[in-house]
């Protein structure tokens, strides 16, 4: 039976995996990443879009060096009702949004610039357990048989990763903890979709189309994909919608996305599950959960990419000092990991803004959320609800503790004020420098 | 637009890497109810993943299963399903 021992094992190739391996071995550490798929990402289905907000963080400058589909300036929401439809169209911040990206083409890319860096990479390898030794994690076992051993794990293994249930970490999910979407990717071409897209993504809310989440259009260079689908609990599936695939069915179906989509193709499907709350615990003696695998999306908004970036560069740098100190026991790699993450201002920012969606949409039906939407008048988006929502209970209530609530969040969203024209130059410098190579 | 489920496999035997304890099935069908790709199927007191050839891995059947019935695995390395455009 084969053996090998490092610093650090990192398993998935996805966001998180190729940031932490990449980390991990400019810190000098003997790293390996497994990926169980052929090239990474292609067991992967998600949204795409890299949120600038997060970009603007240093730590993940180096990912503007990586292949982008389309440069994302505006957002439009279609809040769809039966007496009318209401149609906001926002540019919320000065320069590019978002960056559309292929998850088969980005996070190949990513885990070359791991490799790069020094790690090692292992492709098209299964991790089907973990070892442990006195309660503690020290290494995994492959498909192949092979016992490989490390100081620490971390486990970049997505939402239903094996290890984190493995060991004992990820539990069962369903209800308002878990969405199931689906995802469906129609060729348009380039020229139709700079015509019917150009550089907008767009959300859409109306009856049939999902079950109290937001059905999404993202453009790419030669596709656009779409997603919908809801939470899972017992209204999700059932009479009129035998199937998840029913939600994606009528969003297609609506008049006003049939003829943005004619003369296309759907060429690919997919389907995800995403958790959508926090984890009791992200960290074991000599293991760490980092990305889906960890929990660390924001909620209600799905938003899990740059959430990933960063757990896998702080459960990184957690292994590195906690290897450095002799130490890899559970309070030594979680108190320098949850230190780096609140030190985050956007996944700190993200996830109140997620948290208070969630909880105004999930207390009411869709139709009630569709005509609350078209009465947010200030731009109609998910940061705008939040202060909304706080302002009008504190307006409601004549209490000022929710509006002085209102306005520090605004202070608290400053990560989009800042997405100006430095970063616009910095990725621009960035892409012709690839493009070059 | 009629929605098509198309999805690529990679060649090669993903191996049985959902099987059901079937002593603890009880034959709720939540498995197949939340199932996208219709991969089971009620045989006689319980359900099997009878089409696993068209699974594509999302794992909501195992979260749904209240009675721990499905012990849900990987695919082999570089084997199952293959998503294109993420």
New interface residues.
């Given amino acids: 039976m084969a053996t090998g021992t490092y610093d650090l094992i990192v398993v998935g190739a996805g966001c998180a995996g190729p940031a932490a391996a990449k980390t991990a071995a400019e810190l000098g550490l003997k790293t390996l990443l497994l990926e169980?798929?052929?090239v990474p990402?292609?067991?992967?289905?998600?949204g795409?879009c890299l949120n600038s907000a997060a970009l603007i963080d240093p730590d993940l400058h180096y990912l503007l060096d990586g292949p982008v589909e389309r440069e994302i300036r505006e957002m439009r929401t279609y809040h769809i009702a039966a007496d009318r439809t209401t149609v906001f169209h926002e540019i919320p911040a000065r320069g590019i949004l978002l960056l559309s990206?292929?998850?088969?083409h980005?996070?190949a890319w990513h885990t070359e610039a791991a490799r790069a860096a020094g790690a090692e990479v292992r492709?098209?390898?299964?991790?089907?357990d973990v070892l442990e030794e006195d309660g503690a994690i020290c290494g995994v076992l492959?498909?192949?048989g092979e016992r490989l051993s490390a100081r620490v794990v971390i486990d970049a293994g997505g939402?239903?990763s094996?290890v984190g249930r493995r060991a004992g970490l990820i539990p069962?999910?369903?209800g308002h903890d878990?969405i199931?979407y689906?995802t469906?990717?129609?060729h348009l071409g380039k020229e139709r979709i700079d015509e019917r897209f150009g550089d907008c993504i767009e959300y859409y809310l109306g009856p049939g189309i999902q079950h109290k989440t937001w059905p999404w259009i993202f453009p790419?260079r030669e596709?656009v994909?779409l997603g919908t689908g809801g939470y899972?609990d017992e209204e999700?599936?059932?009479g009129a919608v035998p199937?998840?695939?029913t939600y994606?069915?009528n969003f297609?179906d609506l008049p006003v996305v049939?003829k943005k989509?004619e003369g296309?193709t759907?060429?690919?499907?997919?389907?995800?599950?995403e958790f959508d709350e926090s984890l009791e615990q992200r960290v074991r003696d000599g293991l760490i959960l980092t990305g889906e695998a960890g929990g660390f999306v924001a909620p209600f908004l799905g938003q899990g990419m740059p959430e990933a970036f960063f757990t896998g560069i702080y459960a990184a740098r957690a292994a590195a000092a906690a290897i450095a100190a002799g130490d890899v026991a559970r309070e030594a790699l979680e108190g320098r990991f949850e230190e780096l993450l609140g030190e985050n201002i956007f996944m700190q920012a993200f996830r109140h803004v997620a948290a208070t969606n969630k909880k105004s949409i999930l207390s009411k039906p869709d139709e009630e959320i569709a005509a609350m939407m078209q009465n947010v008048v200030m731009g109609g988006g998910f940061i705008t609800n939040v202060l909304h929502t706080n302002w009008m209970r504190g307006a409601a209530e004549g209490d000022l503790g929710p509006v002085q609530e209102a306005y520090d969040f605004l202070e608290f969203v400053q990560p989009y004020r800042e997405i100006g024209g430095d970063f616009e130059t910095l990725y621009n410098e960035r892409q012709a420098r690839r493009k070059a190579r | 637009?009629?929605?098509?489920?198309?999805?690529d496999r990679?060649p090669g035997d993903p191996g049985e890497f959902i099987t059901v304890v079937e002593d603890r099935c009880t034959a709720c069908g939540r498995c197949e109810?939340?199932c996208?790709?219709g991969v089971w199927e009620r045989v006689g007191t319980v359900y099997r993943p009878v089409r696993i050839e068209d699974c594509?891995?999302?794992?909501?059947c195992?979260?749904?299963?209240r009675d721990d019935a499905i012990v849900?695995?990987?695919?082999?390395?570089?084997t199952?399903?293959?998503?294109?455009?993420?």
């Fill in positions: 169980k798929a052929r990402g292609e067991k992967n289905v998600s795409t990206i292929r998850r088969d980005f996070d492709l098209a390898t299964t991790v089907t492959t498909d192949g939402v239903n094996l069962k999910r369903e878990m199931l689906v469906a990717a129609v790419k596709v994909t899972m999700l599936i059932g199937s998840v695939n994606m069915q297609l049939r989509l296309g759907i060429v690919a499907w997919g389907l995800h599950l | 637009m009629k929605l098509e489920m198309k999805v990679y109810r939340f996208a790709r594509v891995e999302c794992g909501a195992w979260n749904v299963c849900f695995g990987e695919p082999r390395g570089g199952g399903v293959r998503f294109s455009y993420g």
